[in-house]
């Protein structure tokens, strides 16, 4: 058994909580769509739920796929994190003059989380190309960071936006 198949059951575990958080995201946005395309940002904020939930959910199948090399994973976590990392970074750039009306620590508190959630997966994705298998342990705090920020998306986009 490959140090990559110890983790099975990890990434079956990420991929199911990505894709049901991921669902909730959308049943959020059916919900409240009217409401989230009035307010300006919000859709923008409802792409910034989904693309993480998408990038945790695509690096645990990729880690499931049997017979793979800890280097071909490696190349397939820093693409994928450095995708999620790109789409997020151009949603806050084109968000920016929206946020000027938030308190200053909300903006730079989101803007933060949706820049640091993915970076360890480009972190595991060079430690594992260099055939470092503690890069695996790099992808746990970017599966963590992205569930959050999930679960916060999704509250306001359920809760908050009916205030």
Do not use: K
């Not at 395309?37 to 919000?42: F, I, K």
Request: charged share 10%.
């Amino acid at each position: 058994m490959t140090l990559i198949e110890h983790w099975t059951s990890f990434f079956q575990s990420t991929s199911s909580a990505a894709a049901t958080l991921a669902g909730m995201v959308v049943v959020a946005i059916s919900i409240n769509l009217s409401r989230i395309l009035e307010v300006p940002g919000l859709s923008s904020r409802a792409a910034e739920a989904l693309i993480p939930l998408a990038g945790v959910a695509v690096i645990s199948l990729l880690g499931i796929v049997p017979d793979q090399s800890i280097r071909t994973f490696g190349w397939e976590t820093l693409a994928a994190g450095a995708l999620t990392w790109l789409a997020s970074g151009i949603i806050h750039l084109r968000a920016l003059p929206l946020y000027r009306t938030d308190p200053r620590s909300l903006r730079w508190s989101r803007i933060l989380l949706a820049n640091i959630q993915s970076l360890p997966f480009v972190a595991a994705g060079v430690l594992l190309i260099q055939e470092g298998t503690h890069g695996l342990y790099w992808i746990v705090p970017g599966v963590i960071l992205c569930l959050i920020a999930g679960i916060l998306n999704t509250w306001v986009l359920l809760i908050e936006i009916l205030r």
